[in-house]
């Protein structure tokens, strides 16, 4: 994060995606499936390395990003930012993967903020939509199957999308108490 300048705003936001990632993940693992905690929690953490450069340019920030990991040699983080916007394949059913995971926790935090997927959506078609029929539509769309990944994965775990807030601040204090 820091060898790549990304600025502490978008670093707030990636480690609260970081933080939803991991939670979702070791419920997912708990659930019996095959999930890397480790590879959520790196992609998570990374999944916005391109937005700092791409600020001022029109260039596209996941795919600047998984450049950016490639050039590292984190060739499978690489490809989970590369779809951390919009999912090439679309939804896997029935199970989610990493990818999923990281996808849906973005879209789960506005700013450093966690938010519904609905505040979210409202917020990202304001943001950059503006007035785009189109664009509103395909934003849309995308948060269909991020809707659809939701259902996906709160299916087999033992909490809701709304107690994730709960969650992550109650795993926050016990840390900061453990720390001090």
């Known amino acids: 994060m820091s060898v790549h300048g990304m600025l502490e705003n978008i670093r707030a936001h990636s480690i609260m995606v970081a933080r939803i990632a991991e939670l979702i993940a070791g419920g997912v693992k708990n659930a019996g499936h095959p999930i890397s905690l480790e590879l959520t929690l790196a992609a998570a953490l990374l999944h916005d390395i391109g937005k700092t450069p791409c600020l001022n340019t029109l260039e596209d920030h996941a795919r600047k990003g998984s450049d950016i990991c490639r050039s590292h040699q984190l060739d ?84 809701r999308p709304e107690d994730i807030v709960r969650l992550v601040h109650k795993k926050q204090s016990i840390l900061l108490r453990d720390s001090t």
């Open 76 to 159: 499978t983080i690489a490809d989970i930012v590369a779809e951390h916007v919009v999912l090439k394949n679309g939804v896997p059913l029935p199970v989610c993967t990493e990818k999923e995971i990281v996808y849906y926790a973005d879209k789960r935090v506005n700013h450093d903020a966690i938010v519904d997927l609905d505040d979210r959506l409202d917020y990202i078609i304001e943001r950059y939509a503006g007035e785009n029929a189109e664009l509103k539509q395909a934003i849309r769309k995308n948060f269909k199957h991020c809707h659809l990944i939701e259902s996906i994965l709160f299916a087999d775990l033992d909490f």
